[in-house]
Nanobody, 127 residues
Framework: QVQFVESGGGLVQPGGSLRLSCAAP????????IGWFRQAPGREREGVSC????????YYADSVKGRFTISRDNARNTVWLEMNNLKPEDTAVYFC????????????????????WGQGTQVTVSS
């Protein structure tokens, strides 16, 4: 019954920016670390960024460090992913999910620890 909802994707030119939002009606996010993932056609789903529930811990994939920023507001029950200086290789469907095993982020996400995947939001970077 629990399903996350991703929004904010779209078509942008290289160097552009987007802000993705993650929400889950009827589900309280503040217990869990939240992760953003992406999947391009023909490729495996990969972890992009994660954030702990309260401690400020974060993770960023090497490919997005310095360009993406993850944040959350537990009062709004929402998690965001700010994406700047977008590149064509960022093109993918972006998903968010909750880590049911832990509330802190200590490294690259383990896919099997995450649940409540949404339908994703498409990000296309092209000129």
């Amino acid at each position: 019954q629990v399903q996350f909802v991703e929004s904010g994707g779209g078509l942008v030119q290289p160097g552009g920016s987007l802000r993705l939002s993650c929400a889950a009606p009827g589900f309280t996010l503040d217990y869990y670390a939240i992760g953003w993932f992406r999947q391009a056609p023909g490729r495996e789903r990969e972890g992009v960024s994660c954030i702990g529930s309260h401690d400020g811990s974060t993770y960023y994939a090497d490919s997005v460090k310095g360009r993406f920023t993850i944040s959350r507001d537990n009062a709004r029950n929402t998690v965001w992913l700010e994406m700047n200086n977008l590149k064509p290789e960022d093109t993918a469907v972006y998903f968010c999910a909750a880590n049911l095993m832990r509330s802190r982020v200590a490294g690259a996400p383990v896919l099997g620890e995450y649940a409540y995947w949404g339908q994703g939001t498409q990000v296309t970077v092209s000129s």
